[in-house]
């Protein structure tokens, strides 16, 4: 029998570290012919080559270039180029993995020409429709006859929605896989002493969801609540390009420089960034990643957000919901300063080898 030939899709920055582990996967068990296909949703060295070299992924086989552009233009234009690779390539299975908008263009795709697809991170929801990934993520779930669970929660989520049951697999957390394989590696980056700061004596923000970045008053908020913060403990921040660029448009350059122990940096590789991570005595994340990061690694996380699709990290990790609101943010932070933060435990299933099972569910699957 020939070797079935898979098709894994990336796009933009969090679904690297998911594809990797995968392909490395399904590569050792030797039984499919594999191809890598970018969307180019991200495009900058930051936003993306680096973590093909830090995570040892190989190139792409077929990049689609799309960039940037409204929701709309970006989804569309991903739609209309990966049509044409699944009729060029004619895949047995696409895999597709999150929730950005690369990831449901692909989906659809695949429900119209009857490939079946994949979805690596299935089952997550926050119910918060304002999120532009909440949608993402129901219309893939959808249209996905393979949905790939992280957590019970997932599984739950998803036959609340009348998901077949034959179609949901808990296969535990790849993000997790990706994390344990590289965390020695990245902690001897020693990227804190280049940022300038002590191994557990800094706080690692990240900012980027258009909920906290896009309106001024949100992000001049989350300004008022570093200001304070950062007395007390140093904060590093790489900075993603969009929350750059409302820094510049809403003229709040000069306040954060102003904040002598808040230290901006350009965004940082997958190594670089673990190490950061790995290392921080606290967490500040709008990021959905970050908070699954933040409980497998143990470290107190409060996430400046209203909600989660991640509720797990919340009932069983070291996370916390803390809301935009400077004083509630202030408050938390101190507490988890003074040494008062969540210890939480790893859930199940996020130990490594989910990857693994994800690999052996797409060798043994067949539509029925
Ligand atoms: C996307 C995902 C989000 C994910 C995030 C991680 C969607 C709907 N959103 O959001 O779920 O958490 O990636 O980063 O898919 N830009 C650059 N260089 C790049 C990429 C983007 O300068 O390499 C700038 C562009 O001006 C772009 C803006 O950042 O317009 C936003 O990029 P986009 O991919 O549209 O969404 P993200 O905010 O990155």
Redesign the pocket.
Known sequence: MSKRKIVHVVG???NFMKIAPVMRAIERLGCAEQRLVHTG????FS??DVFFTDLGMPRADIHLGVG?GS?AE?TAKVMVEFERVCLEQKPDMVVVAG????TMACAIDCAKLRVPCAHVEAGLRSFDLDM??EV?RMVTDRLCEILLTPSADGDENLRREGTPEERIFRVGNVMIDSLLAHLPKAKATASPARLGVEPGRYALLTL?R?SNVDDRRVLGGLLDALAQIQLVLPIVFPV???TR?RLDEFGLGPRVAAMKALTLCEPLGYLEFLGLTSQAKLILTD??GLQEESTALGIPCLTLRENTERPITVAQGTNTLVGRDPAVIVSEAKRVIDGHGKAGRIPELWDGKASERVARVLRDWHRV
């Not at 949703?41 to 900058?44: E, K, R």
């Open positions: 933009a920055r969090p949703q991200h495009y900058d936003m993306s940037s929701h970006q929730d950005v908008n690369s532009p990934e993402n980027h258009p993603h390009p969009r660029k990021s959905g």
